[in-house]
């Protein structure tokens, strides 16, 4: 082996121990004097924030890495080995807002995921920097194996895998290269901060007591199927018949059906008024409270009968029920053994926020961020034309 090569291997040995010490708990000085105010304002300038046009629209360039507005809307916020929307919400707002209103709406949002995306990318530059040579090849490993990790997390099912991350816009190679990107930030920022170290079992206790009611409450949920028979649109024969007593008929020989072992969810394609009968008359997981009349009177059914059980003819309102109960879910805490690694990724989490924050803040006092307002206003029009296709 040639001393440049030797060499080299050398560099990506120790790059490669260096960065399991720092994702353990440090490597080298750790904390000795920690990311300065100095240090954060550096970084904020070191490289150029510059807008472009592409043939997919605007995009934002930050030291040569390009922020595409397919990127802030699809992507998610990385939790640890999990994913978070922060936006989800405001699909729903585009549905029920004018333009205007919902560019106001979203506008904060956005700008905060986009600012949070420069961040990411200054400080994964300057902690590639730091870590020098070699370096690819230790986090190719590590990625790697963070890969196959996530596939056993589907099983070992690999086109289950693949399916999941093609919902979050990524493929196998894109999502290897985010966790690589994570994993050596993660590191520098362990190097860096003299708090940035593995919380104890007791720091993880008492955040989720602390914590429990806004993170780890499990509500009551309820899911069903249901024939909604709207006794107004009842196919009659003869002008005369009374429509409310055809649809009592019908729901009582609906139900013999039903008894007799024709599948419901057919059944609710052919004859239910509701909105989901092409689905087959199937709720999404709701809560008892969260039903409005004439459906909350589905809830107090519900508590009578067990999963895969049918209840009705149920008469309300205007309406008349025909229930199957798919799923009933008690509310409670999720125990704190089963939901330790979340608690510890949202500490971990939360330290490495606070570093964003501030770099944030220097990136406002030191760059003309005006054209990042172009952007998030190109990226709000955006979501709110696909949310209203």
């Given amino acids: 082996m040639n001393e440049r090569r030797k060499h080299r291997l050398q560099r990506a040995t120790l790059a490669y121990f260096c960065l399991v010490l720092w994702l353990i708990g440090g490597c080298g000085e750790k904390g000795k004097g920690g990311l300065t105010e100095g240090e954060l304002s550096r970084i904020a300038v070191t490289q150029k ?42 699909k729903t707002a585009a ?21 949070n995306k420069i961040s990411d990318i200054l400080l994964y530059q300057e902690a590639k920097k730091q870590a020098g040579e070699g370096i690819d090849e230790s986090l190719d490993k590590v990625a790697e194996k963070e890969v196959r990790k996530f596939v056993l997390s589907f099983g070992g099912d690999e086109a289950k895998a693949d399916e999941a991350l093609k ?41 989720y007591e602390r914590r429990k009611d806004e993170l780890f409450l499990k509500p009551t949920t309820l899911q069903f199927r249901l024939i909604d028979i709207e006794p107004a649109k009842v196919d009659i024969a003869d002008a005369n018949q009374n429509r409310l007593e ?3 008929k019908l729901a009582q020989e609906l ?4 008894k007799a072992g024709e599948d419901f969810g057919a059944l609710a394609q052919q004859y239910s008024h509701g909105l989901r009968r092409e689905s087959g008359g199937l709720w999404q997981p709701v809560q008892p409270e969260s039903l409005a009349n004439p459906y909350d ?8 009968i067990e999963p895969g059980q049918v209840a009705g003819p149920i008469e309300a309102g205007e309406h008349i029920f025909i229930m199957k109960l798919e799923e009933k879910q008690a509310g409670g805490y999720e125990p704190f053994e089963k939901v330790q690694k979340q608690v510890e ?8 926020n606070d570093v964003v924050e501030r770099l944030n803040a220097k990136l406002v006092e030191h760059a003309g961020l005006g054209k990042t307002d172009e952007f998030v206003d190109f990226c709000s029009e955006k979501i709110y034309q696909m949310n209203k296709q």
């Fill in 95 to 115: 549905q029920t807002s004018s333009p205007e209103r919902f560019k106001v709406r979203a506008r904060g949002e956005l700008k905060s995921v986009v600012m």
């Fill in 49 to 90: 924030i510059e807008l472009v046009e592409s043939a997919g629209g605007l995009v934002l360039m930050v030291g040569g890495e390009a922020i595409t507005s397919d990127e802030i809307i699809r992507l998610p916020v990385e939790l640890g080995d999990k994913f978070e929307s922060p936006l989800e919400n405001l």
């Fill in 345 to 352: 990724e949202r500490i971990l989490y939360e330290q490495r």
């Fill in 297 to 304: 009177i589905l809830a107090a059914e519900a508590q009578k």
């Fill in 246 to 248: 055809e649809a009592r």
């Fill in 255 to 258: 139900l013999g059906r039903i």
């Fill in 167 to 207: 919902k979050m816009g990524l493929d196998r190679k894109s999502f290897k290269e985010r966790r690589k990107k994570y994993i050596l930030t993660q590191s520098y920022l362990g190097m860096k901060m003299p708090r940035y170290r593995p919380a104890t079992y007791r720091e993880m206790a008492e955040y």
